[in-house]
């Protein structure tokens, strides 16, 4: 209109005058259908909608058991009456005494006649076999976890079961049958089960997880691994898991500003004392010791939960265990809830940070090389019980170890040679004719990424999450180490096929921690600063946030509050030891014994805390009476064990 009034309009081009018409209707309907971002809106209300079914649906399996039994209790006063009595006496019969043996049957009786009045019995493999009369088939569902700690004694729930579901690992720790004789099984599998097919599956070298893989249906992998950091879980992937074919997909999310996930120490005075189980190295104790007693004032460690692993013998752990302690002290020792021990003593637990003990020297006799199943499972479960970092403290270099197959030198070759993937340089791209650069799938990520980069944001093209199995079109590291997702939909490389597809993926990493920003081509070439606008606010808002981001909350450990000298009879976890009568020997852990709890009482007087800790570990003894006893926290000669209260006692 305007050249129209200054004459200076062109009157050839009346011909296009009706396509002209055409372009600004349609770039108005355009513009009023992109004003509103209906798809975000929409991926929101089916998120919420997502988390209210999914509490709904507890909400009414919660309240629909507990009407259940309500009604069957209400109905049927018997059943009342019998699941009382079987509540007192399993008070009454705990134990393995004189007294306990009494009420052993009479908890068989009642619980044959209460089983009903509860949906769902939840107990340990020795309160199983106290508590039933066996009957095939008595329960419609059996779930066993942690089933590869179990031996052939847990194979008895395959038959009291309708279905059963068993969940376990057989890289983890298992039974290793320690002082059992080879053959001590032999004469009654032979006797009892002559002609039955593999019946030595029943020696006590099989788990029970081993003997459900021959005898079950099928086996379901689960391959996500949410615990670790991708370059902590890769040393099992790599050298346990993958080789057979099972290989992990590690997807926690994590700030590019972390601590690092692999430090390696080497003591270069390290010698070893010792052979076998009592082996130990001083220097490394005292290395572990004086690092625990720095990072615990270290501000990136607030609130982080340390455990050590001693990789070789039992006695090391105890030698490293006493050093902490006298640098740190008892309350800093419980709050950051340290537990020294073996790979056994981890099994099914997990902390922020480990420090691993390889304990070899170079003065090591006749070392061995640790290549056997049981060394593999030992070192899986060590380096797998870190969350965030794991500190190998070694005494020995790559050149020390002659046998590359020694798990000694994949793990510090690991720690020493593991190279992350690195941040690409940035710098932006011209748009040429043909295909677009490496490793852009369209040009169209291409002017996303350029636009990006632009505004002094570090980008990561086609970033790959969990070994390659997911891939990010764009990934933003921000300056606080944060990591935002960017996936661009154009109509020709994410048509319809391709959506649904890219929500269960985006599904996926969401519930990971993953933020998404999506941007459609559509929009993006009709408007492109309107387009990115809600993506700078996503960015401005998480760059301004601290360096831990919400996004990750689910992956941290909530920072704790200090131990406070008023706390009374707090219960502590349980810590496994050994219990003083077998030289230092230390246990294997039972899944299904009962858990031994230290306990920690704080007496206030003259405005000071002492602390009295109950443990067996004689190089940290401590005295104290009762009315008619009197107790000690390590062995003394004389003195009972106390199972209960994991101590020594004498009458007084």
């Known amino acids: 209109m305007k050249e129209i009034l200054e004459n200076t309009f062109d009157f050839s081009n009346f011909r296009q005058l ?98 009903e009045s509860v949906p769902c019995w939840i107990m340990p493999l020795y309160k199983v076999a106290e508590t039933i009369i066996p009957k095939q088939g008595m329960y419609d569902y059996v779930i066993i976890d942690e089933s590869s700690q179990l031996g052939p004694d847990a194979i008895f729930l395959m038959y009291i079961a309708k279905k059963i579901i068993i969940v376990g690992d057989d890289k983890q720790i298992s039974p290793e049958d320690v002082g059992v004789e080879a053959n001590k099984m032999t004469p009654y599998i032979e006797k009892y089960l002559k002609d039955f097919p593999l019946k030595n599956c029943f020696q006590p070298v099989f788990s029970f997880f081993a003997f459900a893989k021959i005898f079950c249906n099928g086996m379901t992998v689960l391959r996500e691994h949410f615990r670790c950091m991708p370059e902590i879980i890769e040393f099992c992937n790599k050298h346990f898991y993958a080789p057979d074919g099972k290989g992990l997909y590690p997807l926690k999310q994590y700030s590019e500003n972390r601590i690092k996930p692999l430090k390696a120490v080497y003591c270069q005075n390290g010698y070893v004392d010792g052979t076998y189980q009592n082996i130990t190295n001083k220097i490394e104790a005292e290395g572990i010791a004086n690092k625990i007693a720095e990072l615990v004032n270290d501000s990136n460690y607030k609130g982080k939960t340390f455990g050590v692993i001693a990789l070789q013998g039992n006695k090391q752990a105890f030698i490293i265990e006493n050093f902490i302690l006298k640098k740190i002290g008892e309350i800093e020792f419980k709050k950051r809830n340290i537990v020294c021990g073996t790979s056994a003593s981890f099994q099914g637990d997990e902390r922020d940070i480990m420090f691993l003990s390889l304990v070899t020297a170079t003065n090591h006799p006749n070392r061995r090389a640790l290549m056997q199943p049981e060394d593999e499972r030992r070192f899986n479960v060590a380096v797998s019980r870190a969350k965030e970092q794991v500190w190998l403290f070694h005494s020995v270099q790559l050149d020390d170890l002659s046998n590359t197959n020694d798990l000694r030198y994949k793990l510090l070759d690991h720690f020493l040679n593991y190279k992350p993937q690195p941040i690409p340089p940035q710098k932006t791209f011209e748009r040429t004719m043909g295909t677009q650069p490496e490793p852009f799938e369209s040009w169209f990520e291409v002017d996303v990424y350029n636009d990006i980069v632009t505004n002094n944001y570090s980008v990561i093209p086609q970033y790959e999450v969990a070994k390659g199995r997911y891939r990010i079109d764009l990934v933003v590291i921000l300056g606080n180490g944060i990591k935002i997702a960017i996936e661009c939909d154009g109509d020709k490389d994410h048509g319809p096929e391709q959506f649904l597809n890219d929500q269960l993926r985006e599904k996926v990493l969401t519930r990971c921690g993953w933020q998404f920003f999506r941007v459609r081509g559509a929009e993006y070439y009709s408007n492109r600063k309107k387009a990115l606008e809600p993506l700078w606010k996503l960015l401005h808002a998480n760059d301004t946030q601290k360096e831990e981001p919400p996004v990750t909350n689910n992956h941290q450990q909530n920072e704790q509050e200090e131990i406070k000298n008023e706390v009374d009879g707090s219960i502590q976890p349980a810590v496994k030891r050994s219990s003083g009568r077998n030289n230092l020997k230390v246990e294997q852990p039972d899944l299904f014994t009962r858990d031994r709890q230290s306990e920690i009482n704080f007496k206030s007087k003259n405005n000071t805390a002492t602390t009295e800790v109950h443990s067996s570990n004689k190089h940290l003894s401590k005295q104290w009476e009762s009315k008619t006893l009197l107790w000690s926290s390590g062995y003394l000669p004389g003195y009972k064990y106390s199972k209960k209260k994991d101590a020594w006692w004498k009458k007084k």
């Open 18 to 115: 009706e396509n002209a018409i055409h372009f600004k209707h349609a770039s108005a309907e355009i513009t009023s259908l992109l004003s509103e971002d209906y798809e975000t809106k929409l991926t929101h209300k089916l998120s919420d909608l997502e988390r209210q079914e999914g509490k709904l649906i507890s909400t009414i399996a919660s309240k629909k058991a507990w009407c259940y039994v309500i009604e069957s209790l209400d109905t049927n006063p018997n059943l009342k009456r019998h699941l009382n009595a079987f509540a007192e006496f399993a008070k009454k019969g705990k134990g393995k005494g004189k007294k306990a043996m009494i009420f052993r049957k009479d908890i068989q009786e009642q619980m044959q006649k209460c089983k």
